[in-house]
């Protein structure tokens, strides 16, 4: 891992706030996998925790990860076009998805209820609305129910092109979209 180092890219003011758009490379691996973080993401939550979890998984691939900050009204943030711009034209265009893995969007999604047909459920409907490529929490449901949910969702026109399940342990890709969606 080599230094922190940081690298100013811009700033911009709103109406609402002052955001802080600049980054920070957290790690740089021999393989060439990078964890890129914006200085604007609150570092201190347990999500945070759980998404960085995930980028460093993708940096030990030789991925490019970039952590982009959530903006309140997006579309009306002049940053987003600049953190998000290549979301335009997207049906998650104004949406702010977790991870950026060599210029592809991931979201990360977890759970609170105790209700395991339900988590999967809520984890699935929120992630699929930020982009067609999620992440979510290892929680107490079948195979089989999982597989039957993605299923009927692709069914009913859902746009899902690959979902990832996260343990303690490890990111396992679950389920991959073969059928060019």
């Keep these: ?3 922190l180092k940081k690298t100013a890219l811009n700033t911009e003011n709103t109406d609402r706030h002052y955001i802080d758009i600049s980054t920070e490379v957290i790690s740089t691996l021999p393989n060439g996998g990078e964890v890129v973080v914006y200085n604007a993401i609150d570092r201190s939550t347990e ?4 998404i960085l979890s995930c980028a460093n998984f993708f940096a030990r691939q030789g991925k490019k990860v970039v952590l982009p900050p959530k903006l309140d009204v997006p579309y009306k943030n002049p940053a987003y076009n600049k953190i998000f711009g290549s979301l335009r034209g997207t049906p998650y265009y104004g949406k702010c998805p977790d991870l ?3 210029g592809v969007w991931y979201e990360h999604e977890g759970f609170i209820s105790e209700n395991p047909k339900s988590n999967f459920s809520n984890m699935l409907h929120r992630g699929l609305s930020q ?3 999620i992440i979510i929490e290892k929680c107490s449901v079948s195979e089989r129910i999982m597989r039957k949910s993605i299923r009927d969702r692709i069914a009913s026109g859902v746009r899902i092109k690959e979902i990832w399940v996260r343990d303690e342990e490890r990111i396992t890709l679950f389920f991959k979209n073969t059928e060019g969606q």
């Design 1 to 3: 891992m080599s230094p």
């Design 47 to 50: 999500d945070f925790r759980r």
């Design 100 to 102: 950026l893995v060599d």
């Design 131 to 133: 982009s067609e490529r």
